[in-house]
């Protein structure tokens, strides 16, 4: 059974780090690829940026210079890393599988990232 | 970037209604749409891929098309459990972008 769960401090604040892990089962970070895509309250969807089966990467323009994708296979895990917090990043961060043929047919619970002193 | 812009933004419907969601690409990005839809607390469901491809499990009153820049989502008989926020998703060019979504209320 495919499953997505991301992790990660529930608050942040301005001008820090967030760091956030997504915890896949059910298949391999080699075969299939990972997208984050985040929702601010009340809002629509942001597709935040990818790490593909191959292990390269992509990313919103809007965030690229402060955002990082990672991924430890052995551990089956993808890492979302971004700097430079404002509180328009307070969102839920969602991570998704992509599979044949560009579908995000499973996604996790989401993790809500609250940005504040 | 290719900018997804959804149509309407909310529509009142009624049970048993015909429903059509747009969704128009600023440049052609072929079949590359997706459609998702999301109720609230909820995580975003696939109902579509590649402009008309129905995901598994997805009911046949759910039809999507287009091709280019123009695309439609059409549920043919509305059901209660289809009041959510449907969103479109490009994936023809990096970045990947989604629509703004349109919410289907009941009337």
């Known amino acids: 059974q495919v499953q997505l769960k991301e992790s990660g401090p529930g608050l942040v604040q301005p001008s820090q780090t967030l760091s956030l892990t997504c915890t896949v089962s059910?298949?391999?970070?080699?075969?299939?690829?990972v997208h984050w895509v985040r929702q601010p309250p009340g809002k629509g969807l942001e597709w935040v940026g990818a790490?593909?089966?191959?292990?390269?990467?992509d990313y919103n323009s809007a965030l690229k210079s402060r955002l990082n994708i990672s991924r430890d296979t052995s551990k089956s895990q993808a890492f979302l890393k971004m700097n430079s917090l404002q509180t328009e990043d307070t969102a839920i961060y969602f991570c998704?599988?992509?599979?044949?043929?560009?579908?995000?047919?499973?996604w996790g619970q989401g993790a809500s990232v609250t940005v504040s002193s | 970037e290719t900018v997804m812009t959804q149509s309407p933004t909310s529509m009142s419907t009624s049970i048993g209604e015909r429903v059509t969601l747009n969704c128009k690409a600023s440049?052609?990005?072929?079949?590359?749409v997706d459609w998702y839809q999301q109720t609230p607390g909820q995580s975003p469901k696939l109902l579509i891929y590649g402009a008309s491809n129905r995901h598994t499990g997805v009911p046949d009153r759910f039809t999507g098309s287009g091709f280019g820049r123009d695309f439609t989502l059409t549920i043919s008989n509305m059901e209660a459990e289809d009041l959510a926020v449907y969103y479109c998703?490009?994936?023809?060019?990096?970045?990947?972008?989604f629509g703004g979504g349109t919410k289907l209320e009941l009337k």
């Open positions: 998704t599988r992509l599979d044949h043929p560009y579908v995000m047919d499973a």
């Open positions: 998703l490009q994936y023809g060019s990096i970045p990947w972008t």
């Open positions: 059910g298949f391999s970070l080699t075969s299939n690829s």
């Open positions: 790490i593909w089966s191959g292990g390269s990467t």
């Open positions: 440049q052609s990005v072929g079949i590359n």
